[in-house]
C-alpha cells in the first residue's frame, strides 16, 4: 500500500535549514522530477478513503496541484486553486496563514455558500495553511467533505481536529538528520 510513495520518501535527502531538518521531495518540492506513476498511485488511494461526493477539489498553490490535478482527471471532478495573488473577481475570499517557516495571504475564488469540497494538500506539518482556510471556508458555508494530506509531519492535525476536522493524513513521517522515516500509513491497522 502506497510503497512507491513511501519508497521515494525514505529515500529523500535531508538539508539542514537553521535548526529544521527538511526533506527534499517530488511531492512537497517538484525536485527531483515527479515521477507520474507516484501521483497516479497517491491519486488512486485518494478516490478510496475519501469522500468524493462533491462539487470541486480544491488545492492549495502550489504543490497540491499535481496530486489534484490527477485526481481531477481521473473523477471528472473539477479542480479550484487557491491562489497567492487576488484577481479581483466578485465574492473572492482574502485569507492570512502563517506556518512554521512562512506568512502570507491566500485568495479563494469560484466557491459559494453550500459547495461541497476535499481539501487536498501535499503536506501538513504546523496545520497553519489548512487551519487558515478551513476556518474561511467554514464562514463561506462551504461543505468540506475531507481533508487530505499525502504527507504528514508533525503536530499540526491536531489544529484541524479543533474544528471538528479529522484530516487523512495518507503517509505520516519523522525527519532527522539521519533520513525520513515512515511512522505510520492512513488504512494499515
Known sequence: MLERLKDSLVNSPVIKRGEYNYFIHPISDGVPSIDPRLIEEIANYIIRIADMDVDTILTIEAMGIPVANALSLKTGIPLTIVRKRPYFLEGEVELSQS????????????LKKGDRVVIVDDVISTGGTLLAL???LQNMGVEITDVISVIGRGAGYFKLRELGVEPKILVTIDVSEKGVEIQDVFGDQ
Not at 99 to 110: A, E, R
Request: net charge positive.
Open 99 to 110: 506556518t512554521g517557516y512562512s506568512k502570507g495571504v491566500l485568495y479563494i475564488n469560484g
Open 134 to 136: 478551513v476556518k474561511a
